[in-house]
């Protein structure tokens, strides 16, 4: 199966077993207006349409999910022990930073002011497919993330393993 430059969907063409999940690839440049309404990008949008959570990322940024797969992440949060205090803690921070949305016919998501503060987004951004979820970064907190983490690439493939 080649890539037509869409988003794909992980077992299209497949046996059902693979579930459907999206894959988000590549990098965009959007601009955020004065509303604080995003634009998604065009091969985004598919998956979303049944609707999208927003929340807090690591490292400063916005994660947007599919509806499917934020409940599949939160059913492994909820597997986890709550007698554990670092869980209790995540859990709590993760849920109350959480929005639930769905796109307008335009594509455009507005992102809660909060989650602006939290991310340092003002107009210019990066919006990133990062496999399962999309990831909206400050155009300079990303150039300065890729500037430190680019040297180290190649050697990352060896530790994640």
Request: proline share 4%.
């Given at each position: 199966m080649e890539y037509?430059?869409?988003?794909?969907?992980?077992?299209?063409?497949?046996?059902?077993?693979f579930g459907g999940?999206?894959?988000?690839?590549?990098?965009?440049?959007p601009k955020l207006?004065?509303?604080?309404?995003?634009?998604?990008?065009?091969?985004?949008?598919?998956?979303?349409?049944?609707?999208?959570?927003?929340?807090?990322?690591?490292?400063?940024?916005?994660?947007?999910?599919?509806?499917?797969?934020?409940?599949?992440?939160?059913?492994?949060?909820?597997?986890?022990?709550?007698?554990?205090?670092?869980?209790?803690?995540?859990?709590?921070?993760?849920?109350?930073?959480?929005?639930?949305?769905?796109?307008?016919?335009?594509?455009?998501?507005?992102?809660?002011?909060?989650?602006?503060?939290?991310?340092?987004?003002?107009?210019?951004?990066?919006?990133?497919?990062?496999?399962?979820?999309?990831?909206?970064?400050?155009?300079?907190?990303?150039?300065?993330?890729?500037?430190?983490?680019?040297?180290?690439?190649?050697?990352?493939?060896?530790?994640?393993?």
């Amino acid at each position: 199966m080649e890539y037509s430059g869409r988003t794909r969907w992980l077992g299209e063409g497949l046996p059902s077993v693979f579930g459907g999940i999206a894959m988000f690839l590549g990098t965009h440049t959007p601009k955020l207006d004065e509303k604080g309404r995003l634009i998604l990008p065009a091969k985004f949008r598919e998956p979303l349409t049944g609707g999208l959570v927003m929340t807090k990322g690591q490292e400063r940024c916005v994660i947007i999910w599919p509806t499917k797969q934020f409940n599949t992440y939160a059913e492994s949060l909820r597997a986890r022990s709550q007698n554990n205090e670092k869980v209790r803690a995540y859990t709590r921070v993760f849920f109350s930073s959480a929005f639930d949305d769905v796109a307008d016919k335009q594509g455009r998501v507005t992102i809660p002011s909060s989650l602006r503060e939290w991310a340092g987004l003002e107009r210019d951004l990066v919006v990133v497919g990062a496999d399962t979820r999309i990831e909206i970064w400050d155009a300079i907190a990303w150039s300065q993330y890729l500037d430190a983490q680019e040297p180290g690439f190649a050697s990352l493939d060896e530790v994640i393993q």
